[in-house]
């Protein structure tokens, strides 16, 4: 984590690039092991964008069911799949492995994305996915893993994919059937509003005009301006809710997060609980896993999910 830190830009597209450069060399000494994890992809809509891999544990849980724990990454609704090509090629089967190592069957779908389609289909793809799967529970058994505990599901986005989490929740896309089952929802690093006047630029101007359509739809349908007109009969599910952050986010996701938290907190009449991935940027909080450094902020979600179980 070290180099981490000699980066002093907090710009993503300065970032990016380096963060990688330095992770992709770790995370190929355990190539083996991050490859070792079973894996089995899954179609759940229509297009080469509707799939989903499912990576499961080596043991089944403990004295009990497997949890489930979705994984929506990010990109800015213009890039993103669920597997990179070289040299980032380990990137997000290093966070199947993780996950599904710390005992929770770990799914990560790709979406649709800009220019392709415009708001909120992403999102929609993201809610397909997830009932897709409790629709179709039998994807979840493979080898040793027969006992699933659909009653637990976990839901985590990063960047982009949290802002798909949060709008998913906040216009209660999901079936009352399926939200029944979330035990908790993790926001990473999310992009709460594009409000660029109040908290600076958290959308490149011109993905976010094209995505929802002008700057003030953009702002209107993010979570911060949502979160002020959702009915009181729907707030139950925010009592689930982890927000977390890299140290290092450009100053604006960090403005905007505080923003969210306080508001959030407001609604729910308590402090809605935040962690803080020490040392990261925003790219490094998901490359680190399965490296040996900077794990300790999942360690911290996983015994926040443990305990929801």
Known sequence: MDKIAELKERDISKIIFPTIGHFAPLLEEKRSLILSTARRTFKYGSTDRHKLDVYYPAE??????????????????????????????????????????????????????????????????VRDAIVWITENSHSLVHQNIIDIDLDSLFIMG????????????????????????????????????????????????????????SLDKAKENTPLSLLQGIPKDKISIFDRVLLAESERDPEPFLRTGELFQDALSTLMDKKVPKIIAAGHNHISITFALMSGQGERWAEEVVDWMKAAV
Do not use: W
């Open 60 to 125: 089944p849980a403990a004295g009990g069911k497997t949890p489930i724990l979705f994984f929506v990454y990010g990109g800015g609704y213009a890039t993103g799949s669920r597997t990179l090509p070289a040299p980032a090629d380990l990137a997000y089967a290093n966070v199947g492995a993780y996950f599904s190592r710390k005992g929770f069957i770990t799914i990560i779908p790709d979406y649709r994305l800009s220019p392709e389609v415009t708001y909120p289909a992403p999102t929609e793809d």
């Open 158 to 213: 990063h960047s982009a994919g949290a802002l798909n989490v949060a709008t998913m929740v906040l216009l209660s896309l999901l079936p009352e059937n399926v939200e029944s089952k979330v035990k908790g929802i993790i926001m990473i690093s999310c992009p709460y509003t594009c409000d660029m006047e109040t908290v600076g630029p958290t959308f490149d101007p011109e993905v976010a005009t094209q995505f929802f359509g």
